[in-house]
């Protein structure tokens, strides 16, 4: 199974900076990863698909990129919604495989 | 709305037997392709299965391979989840996903999880 390591496992951030999480396979995906955010106590939401594509109603501030083996998440200015924990998820093959996932707490 | 419901979870004794439900509705459940995706108590999340839209294709994490059963119903727009010989480490809230192609550039489509069920919690324990 494809291993999906993740970076920061946790972060502190203030309101306004610009947050970067990364994800790296350990072999080679193409662009097939996307990353969701998670609340406590709700389902994951999908942010980005094939590595770069934002999903319908997901505010531009999120941004993904990389393909092959290593990713970006990036968060632009990071507003008070937007403190969660953070996954990875690779699409190339089954058995699917998450990230550890990254938590964003408020500085 | 599109929207996804989970049901079926509780306690359950050490080997006992659990068949989670996930109803859908607000689109057309038969063409569409589903996960199961489980995540323990403060842990991350763990994909457990995946069905295609006719379910002719199955596969199953090694972590319960053997033991639960994915099934689904197109006419009452259902995804079941049969979970056999349980043990304390398949306890977790356990989410129904759909697969969806994602439009790409130049007409392509990303086949991704896009809508998720709010969950049901599934505890192993005697």
């Known amino acids: 199974a494809i291993q999906m390591t993740q970076s920061p496992s946790s972060l502190s951030a203030s309101v306004g900076d610009r947050v970067t999480i990364t994800c790296r396979a350990s072999q080679g995906i193409r662009n097939d990863l996307g990353w969701y955010q998670q609340k406590p106590g709700k389902a994951p939401k999908l942010l980005i698909y094939?590595?770069?594509s934002l999903q319908s109603g997901v505010p531009s501030r999120f941004s993904g990129s990389g393909s092959g083996t290593d990713f970006t998440l990036t968060i632009s200015s990071l507003q008070p919604e937007d403190f969660a924990t953070y996954y990875c998820?690779?699409?190339?093959?089954?058995?699917?495989?998450f990230g550890g996932g990254t938590k964003v707490e408020i500085k | 709305e599109v929207q996804l419901v989970e049901s079926g979870g509780g306690l359950v004794q050490p080997g006992g037997s659990l068949r989670l439900s996930c109803a859908a509705s607000g689109f057309t459940f038969s063409s569409y392709s589903m996960n199961w995706v489980r995540q323990a108590p403060g842990k991350g999340l763990e994909w457990v299965s995946y069905i295609s839209s006719s379910s002719s294709t199955i596969y199953y994490a090694d972590s319960v391979k053997g033991r639960f059963t994915i099934s689904r119903d197109n006419a009452k727009n259902s995804l079941y989840l049969q979970m056999n010989s349980l043990r304390a480490e398949d306890t977790a809230v356990y989410y129904c996903?759909?697969?969806?192609?994602?439009?790409?550039?130049?007409?392509?489509?990303?086949?991704?999880?896009?809508?998720w069920g709010q969950g049901t919690t599934v505890t192993v324990s005697s």
């Open positions: 094939a590595a770069s």
């Open positions: 998820l690779q699409d190339y093959n089954y058995p699917r495989t």
């Open positions: 996903a759909r697969v969806n192609g994602l439009a790409l550039p130049g007409g392509y489509y990303y086949y991704g999880m896009d809508v």
